[in-house]
């Protein structure tokens, strides 16, 4: 039997930094997640342990620590292709760089007193939600960029109807005209190009993503999913795919009648397990060919 | 030898409701996980399976959502309150009601353009933090309140030192002039009274919680820890103790030397284990005895 | 309004410490996390940063590896007292020390053919269950040991019944006789001496807690919680008082009806929240006062 | 601007099944998480919320337990083919099913005295690792199976060395010849065939799995995840891929020098994060091409 070696990459995972600027005496704070990952010549590692064609991953985490202090970190897709440009270009043995970073968000704690100055360096985590960003960058010079948030957590709690659907000998679900509709969003979408505003891009898309989920009168998930897709590429040209995981975490109206209630959509028990997942994609007619961007 | 039955307790945990109110076609919204637990006359159902003294867990899930229809869901704590006694003045096997609940916040979308109306039904998780609530009941017909929030995540990039502490032979850790500060506060404070004014108590005790953080110049989480509970108790008289637990975040400076490069205080490591653990609490001098406000 | 600090500890959580014992070729494996945490002459730290008092947590970490080193690790109890002891025993200002420990378990990785020797130096996790201890000693020289186990999962499917329970207006829960009953056991039990053998004490415990579990017919949960307390304290002489912490993780019958199919105890999902949740202490008459050793 | 509608699927996730068979009194245990996901004719519903071609995710989650109880539940891969097989098969809207199944491993409850019968009913959780599989089915009726395991934890105390690598501006690590290898396993293996003696496969796998991981003298991570692939592939001739992500769970050794103290390979400190992450793929030369069958 002839064996050989697939697809495969090593980098050190989760790499957590702290950034700080100091402007004067008012700070300035990134928080990330740092995960890089190299291809390349990796044949005899495999075959034999001869490790001459290997970046340490230590080394690589050494890296990211290294480059936030020497060109410093501001949008997390410029800071991954840094890195990842870095790897591919500083050894011939890594032929591909794969790097995906978490951002944290932070605000300032709020002023003492109203008219009380701004705080300088005191800071208070906002939000659940996560920015995150994928990049690739190969011997070729190609880079791709997916940026992308996580737990953005939403809930309509009407406006959602969900009826006229399959029914089969498995079938007991009732159809509904006014349900609940809520979600954890994890949106990712792809750049045209590595050169983005990174920072207005995202601020938009987080708007249209909110927007979309709020604005659409759900007949279901699906179709929520598809207007968040189209209204991020239809606003956004720098953007030519979007992808979505949407879990439909259920809100089951209780039912109180054993108890002499009625319940007109007022008490709801939030299910943990199972729960819906629709996922899906959606592009520009004239996007490019994704190569590796979503691996 | 001889066997007792000691302490003990029962009841349903983590009973997720969400509560809706449609004020027209404004709605609001609760978002609750409720814990229930009862004691009393448990003798024989421990010792024989006799469960003629035993409200069912199952029941005690469904009032719950019971009375959040009937009555209705506004401060945790009011709710909470309502939940102890109900159960206590219910059933004469019961004698003692502990209700504990989390609140996770939510804040409404933001209206799609400047100048649009608020939005009346979507809503998005704000802020990682989680309000929280402790509740004992007794047949005697006293009740205490500690409410509390916890995951309230902190960072002064500057404006804490740490020196001067005994050294001895497995000292190796350096004195500090300059150090990050960072910690996700869980604090818990007990009321005088059940009859309190919760919501506004609460909005005020996280602010001077997030107030003392920042405006100490800490030579030690202790200190901070102690000013944050000092800040409290002076301002809100409502309150006659507060618990806090903080982690101590530990944020390491990355030795940059090995690359050629200095580090002022600007590329850190946040580290996961072990931590620090700061525990302490701040009373007022004549505050009451806490009986069983916190078990 | 004058403000007095009340209990307080301070120290490092979770130092994960794994300790290789070499005895020649074969190697001999201890998995902790390990908690320390101080109290004693700690007003100035509080009231003014003076942290001349202070053991600092990184060296109470540096103290964890360096009896791991020196005295190495055997029953987790007894490194416990050790280090408890080290502690309070090392500086005037410590006059109480607890320490909490968890021990993952692994076992050899089976030898490669029946009739290979025993593996010298792999390893494989076994099972899901953490075994626990929490010491405390103090300035008197009075030592206190809670041995535990938590997160051991266990189930019954049939032997279990739930009926004769109060029945009020919000029940709708059916009685049974007949019913899966399964808990995550989370149980801790004191030792009259801090001088025991932790080891057989441990193993022996285990096992009759398994054995009450299964042995017993159970009408509630509470009934079986009692009889897993009063085994082993009818068991282990060395041991007085009993706590179990018991989830009843819910296994509901689904309803099958609908699709034509009956469910004779066949089919059930297994329900994540709300869960019931039942505790209790069980003791011998003349138990000792437990003075902190639960704290 | 025109937007197209990329790849997507629908279903249910984490669907928590537990069947229970009773043979006369001896009962048997499965313990599943099962996630069902459809593609199909799904232009509509998302461009429309026209839901006609929609089968609710409701009703896969019914047809879950009403499978598990009309044709029992033995070997998951079997499982999960006939539920892929099934919603292909019943509605023509259909095209695609995507099966994924957990299990969760119990054992017997251990007699209460040598010499005793077996337990009948009682159970406890073994083991720390999950069983996997992953099956898709389509309307030409291709079926694929992937089965896997994750969260299989071991760890060589010797026997691993790294040296050799590749050394630059950012290196700081030591090489070694004698280091601590840990990882949680995450194995998936492709079958060449859908008909095939899971049970004993899987069984035969894992034992591979661990007997390279044990018996390879590694140079570097990747010559052992190579090993374990090969291994597999040599052994087992119904398999024709394996792809291996090991997390490299860094155990550093403790300097002691500060305390007086050496650390011949003893005292470890286990750190959570960052940690290496090796990931590659293994084939037989002959492999049928993958499909769909890793998405």
Known sequence: MAVVLGPNRYGKAETRLVR??????????????????LSGDMEAVHLTGDNAAVLPTDTQKNTVYALARSRGVDQIEDFALALARHFVDSQPTIRHARVEIEEYSWERIPPAAPGAGERRHSFVRAGTEVRTCLVHHD??????VVSGLRDLTVLNTTGSEFHGFIRDAYTTLEPTTDRVLATAVRARWRHVSPDSD??????????????????????????????MGRSVLAGRPEICEVRLALPNRHHFLVDLEPFGLDNPGEVYFAA????????GAVLTEDAPGAGSAWD
């Open 20 to 37: 700080v600027v100091r402007d004067g005496g008012v700070h300035h704070l990134k928080d990330l997640s740092v995960s890089t990952a």
């Open 139 to 144: 011997e070729s010079g190609r880079s791709t």
């Open 198 to 227: 990174f920072a207005g891009s995202y601020r938009e898309v987080r708007r249209r993503l909110l927007e979309a989920f709020a604005g659409t009168h759900s007949l279901s998930l699906q179709q929520t999913l598809y207007a």
């Open 272 to 279: 943990d397990r199972p729960y819906g997942l629709i996922e």
